[in-house]
């Protein structure tokens, strides 16, 4: 029975080696994959956690850090008790409790190797393939090229800057002066995704209703809005961040589930998904995710001096451009176990090196790379 455990350990190993190898080395067959085998996860096993009212990822990452944790206590427990003298054959003799522990330990690192084997089978089918194949625009249009000139940055820059200037005056608010939206947003955002899908055919097809984060505070230290969970398929948000955030968020985690796993497509893609929408509450967040980005590309590039006066950001836009409001922040910072600036520090590191370790070698400026994407989209546009 070990020995065919043994054999199936194994075989599942190198099909998770040989995934990875051709991942890197083949575009042809990541795109394949995502194309014909990808959106069945999404149907089926991604269905399936939808009908769950919260996140399933969620608990499923606690759990991962859980049985990190106990492995860590029994390697100690065993170390300290001299169990390990027993793998050796030397005769050593144990007392009842000392073997029972041994037997224990020895259950449970083989209940760990296979809870380690899993995770990275998922994250090779849900994640790492995804890394190595086209981007949105080599599928649609044709690499872009990266470059573009100044006259293109305030053009689209002032087109985000009049845009949302025109919108925060029609958002409904309350007394405090903060957006009130009274439909369904989640259904809006899906809805939004599948109209994209009719111009772009991967986009098209069923999407599970995005779930908020029980841990939403923790999640706001690390300045996370959203999360995609491979091992879930499902697409998860911050739910105590500020409203104007929601559409363009939700759209971003679900533009996930269709395959385009680089967090700059993802923006991008939800930036049209949103400012396409009919709700102008959508396209307010839509233009207001990409204004920060397009605004300090300028400021980069005129320097003070040069800066653009005209048209200037309103003061409603720059107040509706926040995170969280204040008050949430002085609750998270009162009541944080670890402070913000730790925790965003640590996570920040962690997400470089997860997207370098993925092929992307400017790890997290790749996010920067929306203005990129958006230059490129205003040119086919006008050459249209």
Known sequence: MRKKAG?????????VVILNIIAWCSTTFCDAY?????????????????????????LLLVAGILCVFLCVIFVIICLMLGVYPLL?????TPGKIRYSLWKLSKGYFCF??????GVCMIMTLNCTILYHASTFSEQYHGEEDGNYTLED???VRNLVVERCNALSAEMERDANGDILYDGDIKAEAIAAMQKLGKKYDQLDGYYPRPKP??????????????????????ANYNDIMYIANYPATLCHELAHLRGYIYEDEAGFIS???CVQSEDKFFQYSGYLSVLYYLDNDLWDAVGLDGYMKEPAILPQVHEDDIFLKQTDWDRINEEAVIETEI???????????????????????????VVELLMWYYSEEREQ
């Open 34 to 58: 995502i194309k014909y085998v990808f959106p069945v996860w999404v149907n089926t096993y991604g269905r399936f956690m939808g009908m769950f009212s919260f996140s399933v990822g969620e």
């Open 343 to 369: 925790v965003d520090e640590i996570s920040d590191e962690f997400t470089d090196t997860v997207l370098k370790a993925n092929g992307v070698e400017d790890g997290m400026i790749s996010y920067n790379r």
């Open 112 to 117: 760990f190797a296979w809870v380690l084997l």
């Open 88 to 92: 050796k054959g030397n005769g050593y």
């Open 271 to 273: 930036y049209l998904a």
């Open 153 to 155: 940055l305030i053009k």
């Open 7 to 15: 054999i199936m350990y194994l075989t599942i190993a190198g099909v």
């Open 213 to 234: 984060l029980a841990a939403s505070d923790f999640f706001s230290q690390q300045y996370i809005a959203g999360y995609y969970f491979p091992f879930s398929m499902e």
